[in-house]
C-alpha cells in the first residue's frame, strides 16, 4: 500500500470532484464513520464548493447510523456496522435524506483496536450512488497501517468513487 495521501492532496481531488460535478448540475452528500467527517471537510475546503456540498452525515455510533441516516438496526446487529448492507443503507440514507443526487458511505476499522479475524483493523466497506443508478460498493483491507493512514485513506477512495459519478 503507498503512503497515505496529504490532506492537501484531498483537498485537489475534492476540487476536481466539485467542478465535475457542479458541470453536470449535481449535488453531494456524504456519510462517514470511521473517517469521522474527513471527506466532508476536504469538499468544504474548496472555495465555493456550498454551491455543490449540500450537507454530510457524521454517523460515528450504531445510534446515530439508525437517528440520523435510518439504517434499520436489525441490519447493523445482523451484519455488523462495518458490512457492504450497512454502507449501501448508509449512502442510501444520505441520498433520501438530503438534496443531493450523488452520495458516498464510509465505515470501517481504523483502529488500533476494534478488528478481528473476520473484521481487522483496516477493513472498510464505501458506497456510492446516483439516485438513478444501482449503489456501488467496493470493499478495502488497508491493513494495520495506522489509524491517521487509514482514515486518509479512506477518504481519498471515497472521493475517486465520488469522482466516477460526477
Known amino acids: 500500500m503507498s503512503a497515505a495521501p496529504s490532506y492537501e492532496a484531498l483537498t485537489v481531488l475534492a476540487s476536481e470532484i466539485l467542478d465535475a460535478a457542479r458541470g453536470r448540475g449535481d449535488a453531494i452528500a456524504t456519510a462517514e464513520s470511521c473517517t469521522g467527517g474527513l471527506v466532508s471537510t476536504a469538499l468544504t475546503s474548496v472555495p465555493g464548493s456550498s454551491d455543490v456540498f449540500d450537507r454530510g452525515f457524521i454517523t460515528y455510533t450504531n445510534t446515530a447510523k439508525s437517528q440520523m441516516l435510518h439504517v434499520p438496526s436489525w441490519l447493523i446487529e445482523k451484519h455488523g456496522a462495518v458490512s457492504e448492507e450497512v454502507a449501501r443503507a448508509m449512502a442510501g440514507g444520505a441520498l433520501i435524506h438530503s438534496n443531493a443526487t450523488i452520495a458516498v458511505a ?4 481504523a483502529g ?8 481487522p483493523v483496516g477493513l472498510v466497506h464505501f458506497a456510492a450512488g446516483r439516485r438513478e443508478l444501482p449503489m456501488q460498493h467496493q470493499r478495502i483491507e488497508f491493513g494495520d497501517i495506522g489509524r491517521d493512514e487509514v482514515r486518509r485513506c479512506s477518504a481519498e477512495h471515497a472521493l475517486r468513487m465520488l469522482g466516477a459519478l460526477a
Open 106 to 109: 464510509i465505515t470501517g476499522i
Open 112 to 119: 488500533p483496536g476494534g478488528g478481528t479475524i473476520d473484521k
